[in-house]
């Protein structure tokens, strides 16, 4: 648990081949740090993830639907069950990063729809959108303060697309201001796919006025449009 010097339980897990000879010497070691140790078995998410991840994540799923506000979200546990922090001022102390790839891996081991992530947390992430802690309500920082992450989240977004574009450009190397109409592969079948994909793989979604070619003529002008347009979903 973190931070690790202030929890003084660890949670234990015991793998399919782990001997008691080996739980007890972990327990010795613990013992000398002044650490109670709590055993479980081995399973994805184990005890503390597989619930609070689950928590976490229908709390985000309670902000979207617009059930309550972050603040009274969190007041509800702090004063209802006597938790010290909420569970979204707690997973603005994780990372809103560390959420969803839990969630995430949660949801594909076990193949169960309660474990899919709330889409405004894959929106969040993706835009590096940050958020105040103790806040009012989920309210996001300046996007400047945070540039180098939100280029580096562009970056990943160009790379899945240029990825995508390969698979009908084979072995030329795309790059990211190159018009593709200009290569001479373009038909109605290509379009289609590349829209759905930018749906599907940025979770937006594309209306009729976005159809237009400006928006689809290279990497960066994709990118900046699954910017736009998840920023956009964001903010409603």
């Known amino acids: 648990m973190n931070p690790v010097p202030m929890k003084p339980v660890v949670e234990m897990i015991r793998g399919y081949h782990t001997s008691d000879r080996a739980i007890e010497t972990a327990k010795k070691v613990l013992s ?41 979200i969190d007041k509800i546990f702090q004063g209802c069950f006597g938790h010290k922090m909420g569970p979204l001022a707690t997973a603005d102390l994780i ?19 309660k474990y899919r992530p709330c889409p405004l947390l894959k929106k969040w992430w993706m835009l590096g959108c940050m958020v105040k802690k103790v806040a009012k309500d989920f309210t996001y920082i300046n996007k400047n303060k945070y540039v180098e992450i939100f280029y580096k989240l562009m970056n990943e977004i160009q790379f899945k697309i240029k990825a995508f574009l390969a ?6 190397d795309l790059q990211p201001d190159e018009d593709i109409f200009a290569l001479g592969f373009v038909n109605s079948m290509f379009a289609m796919q590349l829209v759905l994909f930018v749906e599907q793989e940025f979770n937006i979604s594309v209306e009729n006025e976005d159809l237009e070619l400006e928006n689809f003529r290279t990497i ?14 964001v903010q409603q």
């Open 95 to 113: 990372g809103l990063d560390t959420i969803l790839f839990s969630i995430e891996v949660l949801y594909e081991s076990f193949n169960d729809s």
């Open 167 to 172: 698979k009908f450009f084979g072995n030329h």
């Open 220 to 233: 960066n002008s994709i990118a900046n449009l699954v910017e736009r347009k998840s920023t956009n979903l």
């Open 32 to 72: 000398q740090m002044g650490k109670e140790c709590i055993i479980v078995n081995d399973s994805p998410g184990f005890v503390s993830n597989r619930v609070l991840m689950l928590t976490i994540n229908e709390a985000i799923f309670l902000l979207q639907d617009r059930v309550a506000t972050a603040k009274d």
